[in-house]
């Protein structure tokens, strides 16, 4: 049976190496990377290159990528988008190639190039990533973007929720799985309530970012699997 693993945060990849190799990497950052990732390939946008640094943004843009700079949930001057999922929602972004760097989730996707393949999940596209999951014959790491080091909740939702969809033709390979799975059955309910005083959502409560909070908890809008191509993120073309 295909083991699927959870690592917290990037900083707790050197111990899941091993398997990384041989499997297949979801990366979540729910609040706000991944979700806008998803949301802008939903709507048209032909390439996204997650980038770690804003002097690699930076550059892209220099070469005429669109770039989208962000940086404690604000926008980072000099760039031309935000990480507001709305942002995104823009018919003349229609094929546009846009570079991304953001406080942690890009980073997480930066650090998982040695996996067999690399694809960015959110609540918005869960049943799209879970069935192009059941169709490999590969394990899974849900890998958490987490906040600077430290392990954040929605992203371990996103890893439990993940696993809901999964757990009949999955193992929970080590017990960071068990406890995303344990806390996505105790809140699935009612995410906003369960999420209400976490640090990242008290953190955009404070910068007037509720919208995107509501948004990006919503399940299966969109049907589209991102996946790392070279350093550039495409929409994965799946039956
Ligand atoms: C992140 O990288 O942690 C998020 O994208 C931050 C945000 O957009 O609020």
């Not at 589209?224 to 039956?239: H, S």
């Given at each position: 049976?295909?083991?699927?693993?959870?690592?917290?945060?990037?900083?707790?990849?050197?111990?899941?190496?091993?398997?990384?190799?041989?499997?297949?990497?979801?990366?979540?950052?729910?609040?706000?990377?991944?979700?806008?990732?998803?949301?802008?390939?939903?709507?048209?946008?032909?390439?996204?290159?997650?980038?770690?640094?804003?002097?690699?943004?930076?550059?892209?843009?220099?070469?005429?990528?669109?770039?989208?700079?962000?940086?404690?949930?604000?926008?980072?001057?000099?760039?031309?988008?935000?990480?507001?999922?709305?942002?995104?929602?823009?018919?003349?972004?229609?094929?546009?190639?846009?570079?991304?760097?953001?406080?942690?989730?890009?980073?997480?996707?930066?650090?998982?190039?040695?996996?067999?393949?690399?694809?960015?999940?959110?609540?918005?596209?869960?049943?799209?990533?879970?069935?192009?999951?059941?169709?490999?014959?590969?394990?899974?790491?849900?890998?958490?973007?987490?906040?600077?080091?430290?392990?954040?909740?929605?992203?371990?939702?996103?890893?439990?929720?993940?696993?809901?969809?999964?757990?009949?033709?999955?193992?929970?390979?080590?017990?960071?799985?068990?406890?995303?799975?344990?806390?996505?059955?105790?809140?699935?309910?009612?995410?906003?309530?369960?999420?209400?005083?976490?640090?990242?959502?008290?953190?955009?409560?404070?910068?007037?970012?509720?919208?995107?909070?509501?948004?990006?908890?919503?399940h299966d809008l969109f049907d589209?699997?991102?996946?790392?191509?070279?350093?550039?993120?495409?929409?994965?073309?799946?039956?």
């Open positions: 049976m295909k083991n699927i693993d959870v690592c917290l945060t990037p900083d707790l990849l050197h111990l899941h190496t091993a398997s990384l190799e041989n499997s297949i990497v979801v990366v979540a950052d729910v609040f706000r990377a991944t979700s806008c990732m998803v949301t802008a390939f939903a709507h048209g946008v032909d390439s996204i290159t997650p980038v770690a640094t804003i002097e690699e943004c930076k550059d892209l843009q220099n070469r005429g990528l669109l770039a989208a700079a962000e940086r404690n949930a604000r926008m980072v001057d000099g760039f031309d988008l935000d990480n507001s999922p709305f942002s995104y929602m823009d018919e003349r972004l229609m094929g546009a190639r846009i570079a991304m760097t953001t406080t942690n989730g890009t980073y997480a996707i930066t650090k998982s190039r040695q996996a067999v393949k690399v694809l960015v999940g959110s609540f918005l596209n869960l049943e799209a990533i879970a069935r192009y999951l059941k169709s490999q014959q590969y394990d899974v790491m849900v890998l958490c973007a987490g906040w600077k080091g430290r392990p954040n909740l929605e992203d371990t939702l996103f890893a439990g929720g993940l696993i809901d969809r999964l757990k009949d033709d999955y193992m929970m390979a080590e017990d960071s799985a068990i406890m995303a799975w344990r806390l996505y059955c105790q809140g699935k309910d009612d995410l906003p309530g369960y999420l209400a005083n976490s640090s990242h959502v008290r953190r955009l409560h404070r910068l007037g970012i509720q919208k995107d909070i509501v948004y990006c908890l919503q589209v699997v991102p996946v790392l191509r070279g350093n550039t993120l495409v929409c994965m073309e799946v039956q």
